[in-house]
């Protein structure tokens, strides 16, 4: 998106020209191809001429026009046999004393020239400046034509809005039912036509488009512009392009792509849908729909209030818990088979219309571990009957057991007195190492003051020497 600021020297100039009598005179448009200008960054308003490096074109201003008091325009018509050369800067200035007026930071556009049998293009850039009491200070009193009043600005900053309004209802991209759907007939893959939304702008494939996929793992992107020039009608670009990885760019002629990966292919051939649809609403209300189905976040049903049903195959006392289907079969069965074995049982037991008296005394008397019993009276059943140890058996075996735990203390603490015997005997042995270590040290030292004397005595002169014949053993 474009951007224009008047610079502060420019601010300076005009106010010394006004103390000295000047008209305001601005007379030269310089193009410049800037790399990596930020457009989205605000131009500082000290900014001037870029490095001659970088400018690709001057020309003189073909025309100047009123638009109010307050407001001047000025033109250049850059014709067809100029070119070739892309811009990013143009800046407005007063050619004798170099001031820079007025400069516009723009997308990169593309300059060509008739040459070689191909048509050129022909370009018209227009500033509009505006100050108070602008008409009378630089004495422009001509009209402004129509042609000279560039809406260019004005209309990018209405698309641009319509893009980015899009873009708050639809998000990076959506799509409406089955639109740009990667789909596959046999080996031909296709994209399904519809209406999608990618980057903001509305894309249309008016029929099923055919697509060749490569025997390996890929994307398919929907790739889409926004194009056209001053005199035709602004549509959407639509391509779909085959690649592992592709981001929005910028083409050569200035004009911004928007791209989206609408599918994903395995090298088997799989492929796996990447279309969001609907809205960025519906999109933000399906996710957390869906987030919330996998989540606790639910009442639970009880007796008086609604909710999400628990299930339990377990018996208990819950109230907030319904049994599954196999708990209720399991606990008719069950209550089935205790029907049944209570009516077995009943059918054993005294008739209705019998007497207590004829069951006094059993029919065929009973041992009970080993006590004869026949119903008429009671019987008294000893420790030895059953099988279970007498008291003083229960002593013996609690008098077995401390005994046997004393003799483990025992053994416990010799285990750890012989632990503190070995820890001394180990200490011991490293203050013995310690000791030979220093001796060894000593002898080295011993070795190396001898091996110094004798090395020494070496460099001596012997006493056999004689001087004048004498020896140098006396004086």
Same mark, same amino acid.
């Given at each position: 998106?474009?951007?224009? *600021? ?35 960054k605000p131009i500082d308003r000290n900014e001037g001429l870029p490095d001659a490096k970088y400018i690709v074109h001057r020309q003189t201003v073909n025309k100047t026009g009123v638009v109010n008091q307050n407001a001047v325009a000025y033109s250049v018509t850059v014709g067809a046999e100029i070119g070739d050369f892309d811009f990013n800067w143009i800046g407005l200035l007063n050619k004798k ?39 009378? /200070? #630089? ?22 809005? $319509?893009?980015? *309004?899009? #873009? =708050? ?45 490569p025997a390996e793992s890929t994307k398919v992107y929907a790739d889409v512009s926004y194009q056209g020039n001053i005199t035709s009608r602004w549509q959407t670009q639509i391509q779909l392009t085959v690649k592992p990885d592709l981001k929005n760019y910028i083409d050569n002629a200035g004009f911004p792509h928007f791209v989206f990966a609408i599918a994903s292919i395995s090298a088997d051939g ?22 919330? /189905? ?38 008719? !069965? ?17 008739? !209705? ?13 009973? %041992? ?11 019987? #008294? ?11 003083? $058996?229960?002593? /013996? ?37 310690? #000791?030979?270590? =220093?001796?060894? !040290?000593?002898?080295?030292?011993? $070795? ?17 020497? %004689? ?9």
């Amino acid at each position: 998106m474009s951007q224009s *600021i008047i610079t502060t020297a420019f601010e300076r100039w005009k106010a010394q020209e006004s103390i000295d009598g000047n008209l305001i005179v601005l007379d030269e448009f310089v193009f410049a191809h800037i790399p990596n200008l930020e457009l989205e960054k605000p131009i500082d308003r000290n900014e001037g001429l870029p490095d001659a490096k970088y400018i690709v074109h001057r020309q003189t201003v073909n025309k100047t026009g009123v638009v109010n008091q307050n407001a001047v325009a000025y033109s250049v018509t850059v014709g067809a046999e100029i070119g070739d050369f892309d811009f990013n800067w143009i800046g407005l200035l007063n050619k004798k004393s170099g001031t820079v007026a007025m400069i516009v930071h723009a997308p990169t556009q593309r300059k060509i020239k008739t040459q070689a049998g191909q048509q050129g293009n022909v370009l018209t850039r227009s500033f509009l400046l505006e100050y108070l009491g602008a008409s009378k /200070e #630089t004495a422009i009193n001509t009209p402004a034509e129509i042609w000279q009043i560039d809406f260019t600005a004005r209309l990018s900053g209405i698309d641009e809005m $319509q893009r980015l *309004i899009n #873009t =708050d209802s639809y998000g990076e991209a959506s799509f409406l039912g089955d639109a740009f759907l990667v789909g596959k007939t046999g080996n031909q893959y296709f994209v399904t036509k519809g209406i999608g939304y990618i980057g903001g702008l509305r894309a249309e494939l008016t029929s099923n488009q055919n697509i060749t996929v490569p025997a390996e793992s890929t994307k398919v992107y929907a790739d889409v512009s926004y194009q056209g020039n001053i005199t035709s009608r602004w549509q959407t670009q639509i391509q779909l392009t085959v690649k592992p990885d592709l981001k929005n760019y910028i083409d050569n002629a200035g004009f911004p792509h928007f791209v989206f990966a609408i599918a994903s292919i395995s090298a088997d051939g799989q492929i796996t849908d990447l279309r969001p649809k609907g809205t960025l609403d519906f999109q933000q209300l399906d996710d957390a729909l869906k987030a919330h /189905e996998k989540s606790r976040n639910h009442p639970d049903a009880t007796l008086t209030a609604k909710g999400f049903t628990q299930l339990t195959d377990k018996t208990g006392s819950s109230q907030a818990l319904a049994p599954t289907q196999k708990l209720v079969t399991d606990l008719h !069965s069950s209550a089935m088979d205790s029907a049944y074995s209570a009516n077995n049982n009943a059918n054993t037991r005294l008739p !209705s219309t019998g007497t207590a008296v004829a069951s006094q005394k059993l029919a065929t008397p009973r %041992k009970i571990s080993g006590v004869a019993f026949d119903g008429t009276q009671d019987i #008294t059943l000893t420790a030895g009957n059953v099988g279970a140890a007498t008291p003083a $058996q229960v002593n /013996e075996a609690k008098t077995m057991a401390t005994n046997a735990q004393n003799t483990a203390n025992r053994a416990e603490t010799k285990a750890d007195n012989a632990q503190g015997t070995a820890n001394r005997a180990e200490t011991k042995a490293d203050n013995a190492q310690k #000791t030979a270590n =220093d001796g060894v !040290s000593k002898a080295n030292t011993a $070795q190396t003051t001898a091996n110094n004397a004798n090395n020494n005595a070496n460099g001596r002169v012997p006493n056999t020497r %004689k001087v004048n014949g004498k020896p140098l053993s006396a004086d």
